[in-house]
């Protein structure tokens, strides 16, 4: 069965230190996958997807991910965190083999930047 | 803004009811989803519809069902609503109905059922 897990329902950084939010995923053909993020009272807005060739992926507002297909993860990134990051992270797969854009998310990420 | 657009925002509703929530994709996207996003179950795949016909199937109650019109705007209509289905409802569109391409999500419609 199709799944992600994003293990850490909390990440708590400093403004201007890098972040990582982690995501990990399960699916039986190649995986399509992509990271979404919501503010309160907002819809999803799309930050990045991996669907083939380069493992990292850069993405909006100074995001990027590292596809790492042995250890089946792709953990979302940037160099120096913001305050107006602040924000609930999902991480989502589509399985490749599948004909449909049926997305699986996982749980979500609050990430927390102070200042 | 994503070119998405959903209403009403907010539905507010008694248990038992009828409601239709209304979603108009992008300007030449063919597929439509719904997403469920609840508390104790997450962001959950209900639907998918390409160009007019069902596609994919998730964890959509029998109580619900939905459609795309020959406009391409889509319905879905949740019928002798639960407490439970109190939700946020989103719909998202996209150009083709295959995975790799992005989808992009409304701004959703809170439903509470009282």
């Known amino acids: 069965a199709q799944s992600v897990a994003q293990p850490e329902d909390q990440v708590k950084v400093a403004e201007g230190n890098p972040l990582t939010v982690k995501c990990t995923y399960s699916v039986s053909g190649n995986p399509y996958l992509f990271w979404y993020v919501q503010y309160p009272n907002r819809g999803l807005q799309f930050l990045l997807k991996y669907i083939t060739g380069d493992n990292l992926v850069k993405g909006s507002y100074g995001f990027e991910a590292e596809f790492n297909k042995s250890q089946t993860s792709f953990h979302l990134k940037k160099p120096s965190a913001l305050v107006s990051d602040s924000a609930l992270y999902f991480c989502a797969v589509v399985d490749g083999s599948s004909n449909t854009g049926k997305l699986i998310f996982g749980q979500g990420t609050t990430l927390q930047v102070k200042p | 803004d994503s070119g998405v657009t959903q209403t009403p925002k907010h539905l507010i509703t008694a248990t038992g009811q009828r409601v239709t929530l209304r979603c108009s994709p992008r300007?030449?996207?063919?597929?439509v989803y719904w997403y469920q996003q609840s508390l104790d179950q997450g962001l959950q795949f209900l639907i998918q519809y390409y160009n007019g016909e069902e596609r994919a199937k998730g964890n959509i109650l029998e109580r619900f069902s939905a459609q795309q019109f020959p406009d391409l705007h889509s319905e879905l209509n949740l019928s002798s609503l639960e407490l439970g289905d109190s939700a946020l409802y989103f719909c998202?569109?996209?150009?083709?109905?295959?995975?790799?391409?992005?989808?992009?999500f409304g701004p959703g419609t809170r439903l509470t059922v009282l």
């Open positions: 300007s030449g996207d063919l597929s």
């Open positions: 998202a569109s996209s150009v083709v109905a295959g995975g790799a391409d992005t989808q992009y």
